[in-house]
């Protein structure tokens, strides 16, 4: 199964019709929210709070003069609502996330719509039908027919996107250029080297656009949006710096996905089998002098679309013991010294072999004893 995401062509009704649907959503979780907490001391299943709910809103405050403007939206959008809170909830019982908090408008506008009678089918080309919604033109066109029955559409910036899951399955390639074990040394100055010599570092354009949008958020530094409490109104130069300022997010975490993606597909296509180190990210970023370049790297992400791409790729990805000392152990003669953070070139104390700091690490996961190796387990895909 897996899961296309796509850029909708809107004019401005569009536009506004899918704003009040994702208001209409945002509105039932909340409520959704605030019933629930009302009768949490009842003794009555979970489920069975949620569907009492829901028939609440369905049979009575739907039916209320102050909420008719519902009944002119799609009933699909708060039915979905209803399941994203008990799902929310279904974490937070399992220990997996705090309890559910409302929504705002700052928290991002989406919502979901699925069809009651079965999976759509989607032709091939620049137009989408959306159940209940309607047909919508596409950015990018779809290159070829597929079924789907449930559609997520979520704004980024001044952008709206379409996700759909589509049941397919990929035949993994038969052959990889390089079969023996590859160990990858993520770093700050290079982004990842490789045991074989090849070295990934980030896009300067990332960087820029980092620099320009510190630039300009200096100059803009004591601009409000307005203050509700002080009834202040937001200026209309407050509204137009950030929206822009949105957009140049929305850019930066584009290019860093762009990359991040590519970056990993090549390496799955390329390597059959692949060792990564098992990092502390929130140990490194503790620590203010590394947590910024830590935090735009995305070391994390790099790992978890490593191994979701394992089976797709067949690819076996294992991830070496934390406390292995790749960067103090000599590739040449396993001598084991005193490495700090600023020296970038190893020179052995023992044999005198001389190597890139980075590249003498990433030999060492390649080579490491099977003691110090785990096989790393997918957490959650991109279509869960």
């Given amino acids: 199964m897996y899961a296309i995401k796509l850029e909708l062509k809107l004019n401005n009704c569009e536009r506004t019709l899918m704003a009040k649907h994702a208001g209409y959503a945002r509105f039932c979780y909340n409520?959704?929210?605030?019933?629930?907490?009302?009768?949490?001391?009842?003794?009555?299943?979970?489920?069975?709070?949620?569907a009492e709910i829901k028939k609440t809103f369905?049979?009575?405050i739907k039916k209320q003069p102050e909420y008719q403007w519902t009944n002119k939206l799609s009933s699909r959008v708060y039915q979905n609502a209803f399941i994203a809170f008990n799902n929310a909830l279904e974490r937070f019982f399992k220990g997996l996330s705090g309890f559910p908090n409302f929504k705002s408008k700052k928290s991002g506008a989406s919502f979901t719509v699925d069809s009651s009678n079965g999976a759509v089918f989607l032709m091939a080309g620049h137009l989408l039908k959306i159940?209940?919604?309607?047909?919508?033109?596409?950015k990018e066109a779809i290159g070829y027919n597929c079924c789907s029955q449930t559609f997520t559409i979520s704004k980024t910036a001044d952008k709206w996107y379409v996700s759909f899951t589509v049941k397919a399955e990929k035949?993994?390639?038969?052959?990889?250029?390089?079969?023996?074990?590859?160990?990858i040394d993520l770093g700050v100055s290079t982004f990842a080297t490789l045991s074989d010599g090849t070295v990934y570092k980030l896009p300067v354009s990332l960087k820029s656009a980092k620099i320009k949008l510190g630039k300009l958020q200096y100059r803009h530094r004591k601009k409000q949006l307005g203050n509700r409490q002080l009834a202040i109104k937001a200026s209309k130069n407050a509204q137009k710096f950030y929206r822009y300022q949105r957009r140049q997010h929305a850019k930066m975490a584009?290019?860093?996905?762009?990359?991040l993606q590519k970056t990993t597909t090549e390496i799955s296509k390329k390597y059959a089998h692949i060792r990564i180190e098992d990092l502390n990210i929130s140990g490194m970023v503790a620590n203010?002098?590394?947590?910024?370049?830590?935090s735009d790297s995305g070391f994390y992400e790099f790992r978890r679309e490593l191994t979701y791409k394992s089976p797709i790729y067949a690819t076996v990805v294992e991830v070496v013991d934390r406390w292995f000392p790749s960067s103090k152990t000599c590739s040449n003669c396993g001598n084991i010294q005193a490495m700090p953070l600023k020296e970038r070139v190893f020179v052995c104390e023992g044999c005198g072999n001389t190597c890139n700091r980075d590249l003498n690490a990433a030999i060492n996961l390649a080579s490491v004893s099977i003691d110090f190796v785990r096989m790393a387990s997918p957490e959650l895909t991109p279509v869960e």
């Fill in 58 to 60: 369905t049979n009575f």
């Fill in 171 to 183: 035949i993994p390639p038969l052959y990889h250029e390089v079969a023996e074990p590859t160990g």
């Fill in 254 to 259: 584009s290019r860093r996905r762009d990359f």
């Fill in 31 to 50: 409520l959704a929210r605030t019933l629930y907490l009302g009768v949490m001391d009842v003794k009555v299943s979970r489920t069975r709070k949620i």
């Fill in 288 to 294: 203010h002098k590394l947590a910024q370049a830590v």
């Fill in 131 to 138: 159940p209940t919604l309607g047909t919508f033109r596409l």
